[in-house]
């Protein structure tokens, strides 16, 4: 498996993966992304160079991340250092049909190095408080929970309650 930039022939595939994963994550209810997030952002994160696949020798995209400079709910939490330059983790995803392979902490591994190799201390992301299985995910792989709660307001009916967490890649 290699990892690598995106590119828009990659999209057809990339939400085709993805719109699996959202099956998936409602048969589970965790009814958090849906046609419009993340598949709508694809293209742009492609046009900026920080969509990342981790893909075999046949292309077939195994798991899926965008690294971003900044992330709406950053000032809602307590980061260790709030002025540390940081990464955020965006629309991550690992491909159904590799599910519970690890795939999730080797594209984790992926990121820390990228970040590291940016010269960036932290690495950040939001969980939306119903994931489960995400967040034992980042708590398996070395980030810290931090204080605080992001209410991303989607629309009158629906309100993500998203946790922070941050690993500080150059300890």
Partial sequence: MNLRLANLNDLPKLKAMYGNIIDGM???NIPIWDEIYPCEFFSKDIENNRLYLLAEKDDNIVGSFALCESNAGESFVEWENFNGKALYIERFGVNVDYSRQGIGSIMLEHAITLTKQMNVKYLRLFVVNINKPAINLYLKN???LVDGIYEE???ANL???EYGFEINVLR
Wanted: aromatic share 8%; hydrophobic share 35%; glycine share 8%.
């Fill in 159 to 161: 309100t993500l309650h």
């Fill in 26 to 28: 409602d048969r589970k």
């Fill in 153 to 155: 307001i989607i629309d």
């Fill in 142 to 144: 070395g980030f810290r």
